[in-house]
């Protein structure tokens, strides 16, 4: 399997919820292991643990089946669930440009079995393999993203090709709780809260997403050639934008 240039899958990937519930080959599996173990965390000081299970172990709660999840855990630390949105969304990225399908997952729960399986949290599951359909893998189109509009995500002028992939990243039910600052040499990242229902429903998931929208501006930052770092921001932090949280920022040379 190919660790490809991921940025042309961040047009084209989509979550996938119908699967082919045949098993991937133990080859393939231990691959897609091995890509998961070099993983570019945000904070290299937190502990995670990445476990690929079967759906044996996973209470769907109303999900379609698939074949196999990745049962992501996390120390619990400052900054730990946008790093884990930064992380995993890589696997995301990877797994749909290796042919396979692929979806967070925040409503099916563990089973008490895998949950004591690890000293760390348990955070989230991620869903993966072939996809039931294979021509519905990929988006064919940047007009099948439902997404807001740029000028709703961000004021930065002159970085809309950096910004588009922020705007097209998936959130936990879509909501794109996020807002970036900043000009084309840094850009801060910021939670923003959802409508009132959302709220409730994806608060814990809100530094994911955030940390899912950084992955892909790090990615697009890196494919036009320059020298991106995630930093954390002193000012950006005292400066929080119409009351947006401040989560992180991209610095770029
Ligand atoms: C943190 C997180 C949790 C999610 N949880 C679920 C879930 O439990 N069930 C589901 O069907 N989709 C889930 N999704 C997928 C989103 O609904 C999806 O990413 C969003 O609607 C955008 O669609 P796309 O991924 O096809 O671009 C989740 C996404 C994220 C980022």
């Known amino acids: 399997m190919e660790k490809t240039e991921f940025y042309s899958y961040i047009f084209k990937r989509k979550s996938i919820r119908n699967y082919d519930l045949t098993p991937i080959d133990d080859v393939t599996l231990k691959e897609i292991s091995e890509y998961l173990n070099s993983l570019k965390p ?51 990225l990877f797994l749909s440009a290796n042919g396979f399908g692929s979806c967070w997952q925040g409503i099916p729960a563990p089973t008490s079995e895998l949950l004591n399986s690890s000293s760390l949290e348990f955070i989230i599951f991620i869903a993966f393999g072939k996809p039931k359909d294979p021509g519905s893998l990929h988006r064919t189109s940047i007009s099948e993203f439902k997404r807001k509009p740029l000028g709703e995500i961000t004021d930065i002028t002159g970085a809309d090709e950096l910004l588009e992939v922020a705007r097209i990243a998936p959130s936990a039910t879509n909501s794109q709780p996020w807002f970036f600052t900043g000009n084309k040499g840094i850009i801060h990242a910021y939670s923003v809260k959802p409508g009132f229902i959302k709220r409730f429903m994806v608060k814990k998931y809100i530094p994911i997403d955030v940390g899912i929208a950084i992955c892909h501006l790090k ?31 991209l610095k770029m040379e």
Do not use: C, W
């Open 42 to 92: 945000i904070y290299d000081d937190i502990k995670t643990e990445l476990k690929i299970v079967s759906h044996d172990h996973v209470k769907r709660r109303m999900m379609k089946e698939a074949p196999h999840y990745i049962a992501v855990f996390s120390e619990v630390k400052k900054g730990y669930l946008t790093n884990i949105g930064y992380m995993l969304q890589q696997a995301d």
């Open 219 to 249: 990615i697009a930052a890196e494919h036009f050639g320059k020298k991106a770092e995630i930093v954390f921001d002193k000012t950006a932090k005292m400066n929080n934008h119409k009351g947006h949280e401040y989560i992180a920022s």
